[in-house]
């Protein structure tokens, strides 16, 4: 905060010495125990302001969320080797009427849409097994009816059946080689990158794992040269190459579909999975990525957010500097860990 508020105010051949004398000097541990103190009490008001339990009013997507959790119970519940008739009554009611509330606020959706194969599944592998819940068939044939928006041309939800086959033949790929292909670039060419391949690349992105499969991580793409210099006057790392990346994306989470203390850091696991995923995906679409750390405070999370446009309920996760590959170029040689260091057998 002090090297940001400096860099603002003072001249740049000052601003250079005290930047100097700041990163030389020895940081007493109880300024940084105040700073940490500090941030927390910041996440803490973040958390507690927009994670489901504390809403004063219930977002759409959170309610979504909500719905997604519920029938994803369902859906795990189906794909068990050994699965009970009639199990997770409970569950069932309660996304029942977790659909009805959101109806009374929202317009039927494609969550919903998933919701109602879900619970088709679960009523059609109920009834092959001699148990017929004709209250859970009404309420299916209820929504059914056309009255809310039924799409029959949505039919994912529930579980499908697949072989052992159809997973070994489709992941034939050397993923080691394709991992160790990629480097952090830092030395883009001038060819602008197309946004498809960035839409693609999130699309492949989105099987990326979640906690109960909410899917909350959101992708922020920002072209302007103007916006992007902004943005990574709060990054730092970005020295010499960031301003010449086509694009820069910021992965975020939302808030508003996590629920309760317990999932408190769940936003940045599931949020890190999926940047790994999106970069792993731009480099099968031959585009260049570097990973770029936002570890910021408050202060700088609040003028970042103005600047990029995020909404306070979104946490911040990373940024990636994103570009088109030139022909030939330098990418550090960076060690990596002997595999004995970091496996831990127990």
């Not at 086959?165 to 602008?192: L, P, V």
């Not at 975020?252 to 999926?274: P, S, V």
């Not at 585009?287 to 750390?293: D, I, Y």
Request: proline content about 1%.
């Amino acid at each position: 905060m002090l090297i940001a508020v400096a860099k603002k105010y003072v001249p740049n051949s000052l601003y250079e010495f005290l930047k100097e004398i700041y990163i030389k000097a020895r940081i007493p541990s109880w300024i940084e125990k105040y700073k940490l103190i500090k941030n927390y009490s910041y996440d803490y008001k973040k958390y507690s302001s927009y994670a489901a339990p504390f809403q004063k009013n219930i977002s759409k997507e959170s309610h979504e969320a909500d719905i997604i959790f519920l029938y994803h119970k369902i859906e795990k519940g189906l794909s068990l080797k050994n699965i009970k008739v009639g199990f997770g009554k409970g569950n069932i009611t309660e996304l029942l009427l977790s659909i009805e509330s959101y109806l009374r606020k929202y317009e039927w959706s494609d969550v919903c849409q998933v919701a109602l194969n879900s619970l088709n599944a679960y009523y059609s592998f109920n009834k092959e097994n001699g148990l017929d819940d004709n209250h859970l068939f009404e309420k299916i044939r209820y929504y059914e009816s056309g009255n809310f928006g039924y799409n029959k041309d949505i039919h994912v939800g529930g579980i499908k059946e697949i072989t052992k086959s159809d997973i070994i033949n489709s992941s034939s790929i050397n993923f080691k080689e394709f991992a160790f292909s990629r480097y952090s670039i830092r030395n883009f060419d001038s060819t602008e990158l197309s946004l498809e391949l960035i839409k693609e690349a999130t699309n492949i992105a989105q099987k990326t794992p979640s906690v109960c499969n909410r899917q909350t991580t959101r992708v922020h793409v920002y072209s302007s040269e103007k916006i992007k210099s902004e943005i990574l006057k709060h990054q730092n790392g970005n020295t010499g190459f960031g301003e010449n990346a086509s694009k820069i994306i910021i992965v975020t989470n939302n808030l508003e579909c996590f629920k309760g203390a317990n999932e408190r850091n769940q936003c940045f696991i599931d949020g890190g999975m999926y940047a790994m995923s999106l970069i792993y995906a731009l480099h099968s679409l031959g585009v260049g990525t570097c990973a770029l750390n936002l570890a910021v405070g408050g202060y700088q999370d609040k003028m970042l957010r103005e600047i990029a446009k995020i909404d306070d309920s979104e946490a911040m996760i990373m940024m990636i500097a994103v570009g088109s590959i030139p022909e030939k170029l330098h990418v550090a040689a960076s060690y990596r860990r002997e595999v004995e260091s970091v496996l831990k057998i127990n």
